[in-house]
């Protein structure tokens, strides 16, 4: 008997750290500092860094990286993989080995499926769009006032060429700035972690310019209702940046965000625009929605989210949020306007289907 | 007989019976895909999509830029298969004397807004492009709420609620004085089009909060475009005592035209005698009133010579309302008479929209309608049968 007991304890604590240890092993980069760092790019008379095709280059990297971004980040999701892929030159299979920002392999083909990230190899500046869609530049009814508060100061950090990130994405770091080393075990990441996803902009690192997350630990390669991202909603739709998810991506696309654009300016229906950053209201066809959907995912209320120690399989209309990612992919997707559903093919009125994400929210108009 | 033929037999039944016990459910709701109708943020390809701005409920038009054709067409297809009836074409639509022939470009059941467009004010309600030069208000009108749409439709204004976006009056925007569109509403409790519906045609109010102001009916597939005794829209209607009760397509009528109402407002303002609120005779002509169980007008589209209350069919050039709306399945070409029987209503004479006739009566008054001379194009004689 003693000795089953001493078995049973050992099996739980091995248990527990597993379990302990799977939830914060993406905690922060692991591993020798020569997976990702070369101190002077010699290696027995070579070079060691990479291009973001892989190809030896002598040049060298900030940080003393081996390879880029895109270098590092492109290849094929498996399980147990350390390195989220972002990019599969081979041409990934949706839901199936991408991950929750999407994939920019499907952009190359057709500039209206993603964002136009110049640092993957090839790719080219929108062939469609001259700036982003619904940038708000200056004037009402948004303004720069709202990111740079009074007097339209830049805020403390900020540098370089606002038109480069602002109307368009230029690279990566228009929209992440890297922290692979902070603390971002959470659950909720914030300022400590790097911000959730890194979602800074580099050039741009006020405090209430990132994004508060919880961060799935496989990137969602393997989601459910259960295992997902939690993202940030916003305690204020039209007020300042405020950490959340939608008002980062309102940094560029400004006029699709708030509630200026609701028919009464009240944040409520009729909407001139599809809302964002908005709670699902609990009435009518939305108060159906109660178990998380991640084919359209909500953001939780910053005083929720704060509070959560992983993610919630149940919804609450009245609470929860509609964000930009309820219906976008962040890199890039099968889809027109990286939808992250098949928009033009799935959603018929009037129609039951299963793969139309619309329905998840509107679940009287199919 | 064979299997084969067996099959086709079964095969054919089955289909009758859907055929039959669905026959007002396959347009009952909008469907297709979204994109049809919506775009979320009115941005494509790095252009708007409504060079107009943006429009409520994410739509990528107004009601009147999805409605209005630059062709003679009264149904327009959308997205492959969806049917939108056409309220205002640019080109003048076929508008039949006897509406009973089937066209592409035969005006529906509402009229056109074409001819208060093109003709002039008298020939349809003013909604779209501007107000009626002769008109101040609403002929009729008894309802309060100054520079409302009680007053006109084009200047249709109601500060409260979530409609005070646009409703300052504008080009286009009059169409939601009568209308509040739910186009993905969608019932299959009944045939009829009531709450789960949306209502009649969306005939519904702007404001307040009970339903006993919104219209019940049975509405026609193709909207008339091919319509018969048989073939229609099945309107309701009912008379009322007082200001309270139950209501019908002609008090709705009456909301804006209240003194030719006859029993909305008809004690108060004279419309006909006291203490026979129901009978002749009458000081207006007599809407939401039941056709008499005697006389002329209980000979219903016939020529007149027959015994009383012995109607004929019904005629879509002159329809009658229906008391009875719950109890309809299908539209029908039996009228009754009586006090229980089928009403004559505003729309008996009227179109909703517009006609190439002014008051946008449904038949041409001024030319075809003589007494003692027969004229199957006099809707008047459909009911007065004994004046041609």
């Not at chain 2, 100054?146 to 084009?154: A, E, I, K, P, V």
Request: aromatic content about 10%; charged content about 15%; glycine content about 12%.
């Amino acid at each position: 008997m003693r000795s089953k007991m001493r078995h049973l304890t050992f099996c739980s604590i091995v248990v527990i750290c597993v379990i302990g240890i799977s939830m914060i092993a993406m905690a922060k980069v692991q591993g020798v500092c020569s997976d990702c760092h070369t101190m002077h790019n010699s290696q027995n008379g070579s070079s060691v860094a990479t291009d973001s095709q892989g190809n030896f280059v002598s040049s060298t990297y900030a940080y003393l990286l081996k390879t880029t971004c895109v270098g590092c980040h492109t290849g094929t999701n498996v399980p147990g993989e350390t390195t989220p892929k972002v990019y599969n030159q081979a041409g990934p299979l949706y839901n199936g080995n991408t991950l929750a920002g999407g994939d920019f392999y499907w952009v190359l083909q057709d500039s209206a499926k993603g964002h136009n990230c110049l640092s993957i190899p090839s790719m080219s500046a929108d062939s469609n769009l001259t700036q982003a869609p619904g940038w708000h530049g200056s004037g009402s009814p948004v303004n720069c006032g709202v990111c740079h508060k009074a007097h339209h100061i830049y805020p403390e950090g900020a540098h370089g060429d606002c038109s480069s990130c602002h109307e368009r994405v230029s690279s990566c770091k228009s929209c992440h700035n890297p922290a692979h080393h902070a603390d971002d075990s959470g659950p909720v990441v914030g300022k400590s972690g790097g911000w959730y996803r890194f979602l800074i902009a580099s050039n741009h690192p006020e405090d209430d310019l990132g994004v508060k997350g919880i961060e799935d630990d496989d990137w969602e390669l393997t989601v459910s209702s259960s295992d997902h991202n939690e993202y940030n909603g916003s305690s204020d739709p039209s007020g300042g940046p405020d950490n959340s998810m939608s008002h980062f991506c309102a940094g560029c696309h400004g006029y699709f965000h708030g509630i200026v654009q609701s028919a009464n300016d009240d944040g409520h229906s009729p909407w001139l625009r599809h809302p964002t950053n908005i709670p699902l209201p609990n009435s009518g066809e939305f108060s159906s929605y109660t178990v998380y959907s991640p084919m359209a995912p909500v953001a939780r209320d910053p005083g929720l989210l704060i509070g959560m120690s992983g993610p919630i399989s149940s919804v609450s209309p009245g609470s929860d949020q509609v964000m930009c990612l309820s219906c976008h992919r962040a890199h890039g997707s099968p889809y027109p306007d990286a939808l992250r559903w098949d928009y033009l093919s799935n959603c018929w009125a009037n129609n039951p289907n299963s793969g139309c994400g619309c329905f998840v929210c509107h679940t009287q108009k199919d | 007989m064979n299997k084969s033929m067996s099959f086709k037999i079964i095969l054919f039944v089955v289909s009758l019976f859907f055929l039959v016990s669905h026959p007002c459910r396959v347009w009952a709701s909008v469907h297709g895909v979204c994109s049809n109708c919506h775009t979320m943020h009115n941005s494509q390809g790095g252009s708007v999509v409504n060079s107009n701005g943006t429009e409520e409920n994410l739509l990528k038009s107004n009601c009147v830029g999805c409605h209005s054709s630059d062709a003679a067409q009264t149904i327009k297809v959308i997205g492959g298969d969806i049917q939108v009836p056409i309220v205002y074409n640019t080109v003048e639509p076929n508008y039949a004397a006897t509406p009973t022939a089937s066209g592409s470009t035969n005006t529906l059941a509402g009229g056109n807004f074409y001819w208060v467009e093109h003709n002039g004010d008298q020939y349809g309600h003013n909604v779209i492009s501007h107000s009626d030069a002769v008109l101040s208000e609403a002929p009729g009108r008894n309802q309060g709420c100054s520079n409302s749409c009680h007053y006109s439709l084009y200047t249709w204004n109601y500060s409260g609620g979530d409609w005070s976006y646009k409703g300052d009056g504008g080009p286009g925007n009059g169409c939601v004085s009568c209308h509040t569109p739910a186009h993905h509403k969608r019932g299959s409790s009944t045939p009829i089009a009531d709450a789960e519906d949306g209502w009649f045609r969306f005939l519904a109010q702007r404001h307040g909060s009970s339903n006993d102001h919104n219209i019940k009916g049975l509405e026609d597939p193709d909207w008339q475009q091919s319509v018969s005794p048989a073939d229609h829209n099945e309107y309701w209607d009912y008379y009322v005592s007082g200001p309270n009760g139950v209501y019908g397509i002609s008090r709705f009528c009456a909301a804006c035209h209240g003194d030719f109402h006859s029993t909305r407002y008809g004690p108060v303002n004279g419309g006909f005698q006291s203490g026979a609120w129901f009978a002749a005779p009458w000081f207006r002509h007599p809407a939401g009133i039941y056709l008499p169980a005697t006389g002329e007008t209980s000979k219903y589209n016939t020529d007149g010579s027959g015994p009383d209350g012995v109607p004929g069919s019904y005629n879509p050039v002159a329809p009658v309302g229906r008391q009875n709306i719950d109890t309809i399945t299908s539209s029908s070409a039996t009228v009754t008479v009586g006090s229980s029987g089928d009403m004559v209503m505003c729309l008996s004479c009227h179109r909703a929209h517009g006609s190439p006739y002014p008051d946008m009566l449904r038949w041409d008054y001024l030319n075809t309608c003589e007494a003692g001379q027969s004229n199957a194009n006099c809707g008047c004689f459909i009911c007065h049968t004994t004046k041609n």
